[in-house]
């Protein structure tokens, strides 16, 4: 790891190469030992690895909780399986399933993703093609919805 530094504003100021064509700065209050850059740098390293959510998590002292088990959510099997398991109907109009166009099966969250809903068998159902959309619409408007009350709240004299 390659490292240049300069020191304006009485602030020391590291530029690191870091693997796959990334670069880092790390800045130094005056005074601060090197035990103290190696903490904050590996705390930036970990940042770097563990992506946004895993290092919010991190520090709040909480690991991330593994997945048991990866499922691919276009497998024909998991499809096929809950489609029979729903009598051959979509979950949310019951009406039959078509090979292709609109009526044709999707695998959906009951609990939207977003809205904390987990990857679990529990948690799928066969959903035709056009309730599928439907349902992520209606999520993408309730998101909207909900950053412009934020907004909203956020906002001046309000």
Not at 22 to 38: H, K, Q, T
Not at 87 to 112: D, N, S
């Amino acid at each position: 790891m390659a490292a240049t530094s300069i020191q304006p504003y009485g602030m020391l100021l590291r530029g690191f190469a870091l693997p796959h064509g990334r670069s880092a700065i790390a800045i130094s209050p005056p005074g601060e030992n090197a035990l103290g850059r190696r903490l904050r740098q590996a705390a930036a390293n970990a940042r770097l690895d563990l992506g946004s959510r895993s290092w919010s998590l991190y520090q709040k002292g909480r690991e991330p909780t593994p997945m048991k088990k990866k499922l691919k959510f276009n497998s024909a099997k998991v499809r096929s399986e809950l489609v029979e398991i729903q009598g051959g109907k979509c979950y949310y109009c019951r009406e039959p399933f078509t090979e292709t166009g609109p009526k044709q099966a999707t695998l959906e969250h009951k609990k939207p993703k977003m809205l904390g809903g987990t990857n679990e068998r529990s948690n799928l159902a066969a959903a035709c093609r056009k309730c599928n959309q439907s349902a992520g619409r209606r999520m993408n408007a309730a998101k909207q919805r909900k950053a412009m009350g934020a907004e909203r709240s956020n906002a001046p004299g309000v």
